[in-house]
T-cell receptor, first 115, second 111 residues
Framework: ETGVTQSPTHLIKTRGQQVTLRCSSQSGHNTVSWYQQALGQGPQFIFQYYREEENGRGNFPPRFSGLQFPNYSSELNVNALELDDSALYLC??????????????FGAGTRLSVL | DQQVKQNSPSLSVQEGRISILNCDYTNSMFDYFLWYKKYPAEGPTFLISISSIKDKNEDGRFTVFLNKSAKHLSLHIVPSQPGDSAVYFCAASASRNKLVFGAGTILRVKS
């Protein structure tokens, strides 16, 4: 059984650029969530995708957008990068949406640095 | 607003003793709670969870206690081992999609 994989592991961008981060969900999981973890803080929910549709969004501006593909993999896109976007971006997959037992399994993350 | 709080940034425990990590929450709509462990350069790893209809859940050396009236949960690790040294995150769920995380507690188990 393959776990959640994310690419790339590290990325350096300059302010104003755009970035795309990728995530492959765990085998058998059809729901993908994205989180941003700033230094010294817990992960913060960006949004979740289920069956290629957005299923919930956290307090992030529209320049954060995502996609989910038919094979349940996902992308996180961030436009017009700002210095404060520097963080660890985590992808998590889960079995299905709407379950009380909302266990999400995380990848190792992509470390984004914006200069 | 911090709906989930872990007030102890760090905890140091001797090997073989009990580790107790605490978490408080403010949102009474939370009905599912989880603990994750995170090593450097790795993603958070699911450890144990508890539904709001229970007050205790055990899995080997790990036990989670939930006190709904106090809006408090704790994770007990007995006995603690050096390999348990990591950052522990408490998380809560109400909406069946997002998890709300605390800021984490660094646990150091000394041998």
């Amino acid at each position: 059984e393959t776990g959640v994989t994310q690419s790339p592991t590290h990325l350096i961008k300059t302010r104003g650029q755009q970035v795309t981060l990728r995530c492959s969900s765990q085998s058998g999981h059809n729901t993908v969530s994205w989180y941003q973890q700033a230094l010294g803080q817990g992960p913060q929910f960006i949004f979740q995708y289920y069956r290629e549709e957005e299923n919930g969004r956290g307090n992030f501006p529209p320049r954060f957008s995502g996609l989910q593909f038919p094979n349940y993999s996902s992308e996180l896109n961030v436009n017009a990068l700002e210095l404060d976007d520097s963080a660890l971006y985590l992808c998590a997959s889960s079995e299905a949406v709407g379950l009380t037992k909302n266990i999400q399994y995380f990848g190792a993350g992509t470390r984004l640095s914006v200069l | 607003d911090q709906q989930v709080k872990q007030n102890s940034p760090s905890l140091s425990v001797q090997e073989g003793r009990i580790s107790i990590l605490n978490c408080d929450y403010t949102n009474s709509m939370f009905d599912y709670f989880l603990w994750y462990k995170k090593y450097p350069a790795e993603g958070p790893t699911f450890l144990i969870s508890i539904s709001s209809i229970k007050d205790k859940n055990e899995d080997g050396r790990f036990t989670v206690f939930l006190n709904k009236s106090a809006k408090h949960l704790s994770l007990h690790i007995v006995p603690s081992q050096p390999g348990d040294s990591a950052v522990y995150f408490c998380a809560a769920s109400a909406s069946r999609n997002k998890l709300v995380f605390g800021a984490g507690t660094i646990l150091r188990v000394k041998s």
